[in-house]
């Protein structure tokens, strides 16, 4: 059973670009869900993709949107990079309407200078 | 809104057990989730507890729920160095559409040799 990766590990961005982070879900699960995590805080849920259609989302700007895939990957576009954007980036999949849990990928490290 | 709070820092001597709290203010949680982060790491799903159990054991973890106080703890028994480690509890949503979870700020545990 593969686990959950995302791609890339760290990026540097500066500021007002855009930039397109992504992830595998582990194998079986149809949900993908998209945190950001700024330093010694805990994640924050920007939105959750189900069946390729965004099914939930928190308080962030529509300049983050995502898209998920028919293999159920899923991409997390960020525009116009803000200094605060810097963050830990995490997806997390999981199987809808199963509460066995969200499983966490390691990560993309995003700076925006 | 949902709100998850959490201590940031514990220090536990080696052996001993380490209690983490956290109390949480969403009534409709049904589900209740402890995950470990290790530096630099993403989340790992440590345990979690349906939300109309009190108690649930497994091998060193064990959590115990009190619905009415709204409160969560994980107790880790003969506390090891490789349980440093930021500790967050998070809470699940009933709703299917908006099975986001709700992190707290996370527990930083500190094991003294």
């Known amino acids: 059973e593969t686990g959950v990766t995302q791609s890339p590990t760290h990026l540097i961005k500066t500021r007002g670009q855009q930039v397109t982070l992504r992830c595998s879900s582990q194998s079986g699960h149809n949900t993908v869900s998209w945190y950001q995590q700024a330093l010694g805080q805990g994640p924050q849920f920007i939105f959750q993709?189900?069946?390729?259609?965004?099914?939930g989302r928190g308080n962030f700007p529509p300049r983050f949107s995502g898209l998920q895939f028919p293999n159920y990957s899923s991409e997390l576009n960020v525009n116009a990079l803000e200094l605060d954007d810097s963050a830990l980036y995490l997806c997390?999949?999981?199987?809808?309407?199963?509460?066995?849990?969200?499983?966490f990928g390691p990560g993309t490290r995003l700076t925006v200078l | 809104g949902e709100d998850v709070e959490q201590s940031l820092f514990l220090s536990v001597r080696e052996g001993d057990s380490s209690v983490i709290n956290c109390t949480y203010t969403d009534s409709s949680s049904t589900y209740l989730y402890w995950y470990k982060q290790e530096p630099g790491a993403g989340l790992q799903l440590l345990t979690y507890i349906f939300s109309n159990m009190d108690m649930k054991q497994d091998q060193r973890l064990t959590v115990l729920l009190n619905k009415k106080d709204k409160h969560l703890s994980l107790r880790i028994a003969d506390t090891q160095t490789g349980d440093s480690a930021i500790y967050f509890c998070?809470?699940?949503?009933?709703?299917?559409?908006?099975?986001?979870?709700?992190f707290g700020t996370g527990t930083r545990l500190t094991i003294i040799p």
């Open positions: 998070a809470d699940w949503g009933a709703n299917f559409g908006n099975e986001k979870l709700t």
């Open positions: 993709y189900y069946r390729e259609e965004e099914n």
């Open positions: 997390a999949s999981s199987l809808a309407g199963l509460a066995g849990g969200q499983f």
